[in-house]
């Protein structure tokens, strides 16, 4: 379905605006990309804000760089002076301080729930999806930006022109006005906490089942999701990837219910908005955009693999939608930033370039693969590391298949990181490679930790080839260790 745009201007009510000004916010799970965000946003809103986390890694650092107060380690002295406790899906309700908040009447708060508060009195462009949201949110993001638009941000992962993951409107340091761009985890089940008034879906695929229980679970989820835009909004809509089965549907059951207008994207000739004419070069890619706006010759997009064409229809669709011109949107994607650890370049030594990919699941790992192979003049390797119990048991099989299928010629796999999840009998690094090995791919080796993985994909290398550290766990460091024991091994 296809609907014109509309260019009346969203007007925020102070009675929509999330005002805090003067709130004391103590916050749990500090060093989170995803709570130190929020605590970034409060304390923009006026907030007094403090923190703490169970260690003083992650994001710690950053905060305390900025004067916030965060505390290692936790206690329940941390809310008897505060006037509301936000805390992450990582912390249980039964912890001693929720309960010691709840205890003094302090009103607590869950992460997600805090982003709908912030996200009111705006226009919400939410992007949530399986894989590609946080490329996908910072895309619309960066064409907002080049537009002239100041709108705030949040995205997964770290924006090297933001130096973290939050922008705070230029205009007016608590500025509540314009667009939110905010990347909506789906993995704790509680999409409905945040309303967008542009809803961007990427895809629905089989991850977080522990949380959802189906595929079918998570479908409806989005469904009733996108049910919940703001339909106020002159620009209220949904976009989603119409290429994904599940999520046409999802936008279908939502437009029957609500009759919002839906955009769907994708490479297929039924898409409202579609790419044609699509040239991988390594690097970068070269596409046109058809759609309702007409046809967008030659494109450029300056990031690999079909999977970030698809990203940046999305984006285009988002910001065609809010009001953006064909040559604002062509020269916004010429001059893209990658997001942190997304097919991040991190150097070469010795001719072996080494390239650091946060992505943790089969769809994405494969994506990634393919355009490492695309890029690479050599060999591939990778380095990688399973991420959480449930998800190494559960997708086993997927795993195996990925990298049986990868085309690398060298894999070395690290335990899996736990994320606080207990072990799971059979979920094991040596269990998948096994799987892997029984699929006919032979070059793959359990390693007990990062400095063997190092040295053996370091011994392996020559000239040509790249190496790819894999997951979202620490195994990113070791894509700055691989590089340290190449350049002392160069003659």
Request: hydrophobic share 45%; aromatic share 6%.
């Amino acid at each position: 379905m296809i609907a014109t745009i509309q260019e009346q201007p969203h007007v925020s009510s102070a009675k929509e605006t999330c005002l805090l000004l003067g709130r004391r916010i103590h916050f749990m799970g500090a060093g989170g990309i995803g709570v130190s965000a929020l605590m970034e946003l409060a304390r923009a809103r006026g907030a007094l804000v403090t923190g703490c986390d169970g260690s003083c890694g992650g994001q710690v650092p950053h905060l305390r760089d900025m004067g916030i107060d965060v505390h290692a380690g936790h206690d329940t002295a941390h809310v008897d002076t505060c006037d509301e406790l936000v805390f992450s899906a990582a912390v249980p309700e039964s912890h001693p301080e929720i309960q010691r908040a709840r205890e003094l009447g302090v009103e607590v708060t869950p992460r997600m729930a805090f982003l709908g508060r912030l996200a009111r009195g705006v226009r919400p462009v939410c992007v949530t999806g399986t894989h590609g949201k946080t490329t996908t949110t910072w895309m619309i993001a960066q064409l907002l930006i080049h537009a002239g638009r100041d709108p705030s941000v949040l995205v997964g992962g770290v924006a090297p022109s933001l130096q973290g993951n939050v922008r705070i409107p230029r205009g007016r340091a608590g500025s509540t006005r314009g667009e939110f761009v905010v990347e909506v985890d789906e993995s704790d089940n509680r999409l409905g906490e945040v309303r967008p008034a542009l809803a961007v879906v990427t895809n629905i695929d089989n991850d977080h089942l522990d949380r959802y229980g189906s595929m079918e679970n998570i479908q409806a989820a989005i469904a009733n999701w996108l049910c919940h835009t703001v339909e106020s909004d002159p620009l209220a809509a949904c976009i989603g990837c119409g290429d994904d089965a599940r999520v046409l549907a999802a936008m279908e059951e939502a437009l029957g219910r609500t009759g919002l207008p839906f955009f769907d994207y994708g490479f297929d000739t039924a898409r409202a908005v579609r790419a044609a004419r699509v040239q991988l070069n390594g690097l970068s890619a070269t596409f046109d955009a058809i759609g309702p706006f007409g046809a967008w010759r030659d494109l450029e997009l300056p990031m690999p693999g079909r999977h970030n064409v698809m990203n940046a229809l999305a984006a285009i669709t988002a910001a065609w939608r809010l009001g953006l011109d064909e040559q604002t949107v062509r020269t916004g994607l010429a001059g893209m930033e990658r997001v942190g650890r997304r097919f991040e370049i991190k150097g070469a030594a010795r001719g072996v370039h080494v390239v650091d990919d946060y992505g943790h699941h089969p769809t994405e790992i494969a994506a990634t693969l393919q355009a490492a192979r695309d890029v690479a003049q050599g060999r591939v390797g990778v380095f990688f590391q399973p991420h959480r119990y449930t998800r190494t048991s559960t997708l086993m099989d997927d795993f195996a298949k990925c990298f049986a299928a990868s085309g690398a010629e060298m894999i070395a796999v690290l335990p899996v990181y736990a994320a606080s999840e207990k072990s799971i009998r059979g979920a094991t690094h040596k269990t998948l490679v096994q799987r892997i090995e029984k699929l006919g791919f032979s070059n793959v080796k359990a390693v007990k930790d990062r400095a063997e993985g190092v040295a053996l994909l370091a011994a392996w290398a020559k000239e040509g080839d790249l190496i790819l550290t894999q997951g979202a766990g620490d195994v990113t460091l070791a894509s700055h260790e691989l590089l340290d024991v190449l350049r002392a091994n160069q003659v």
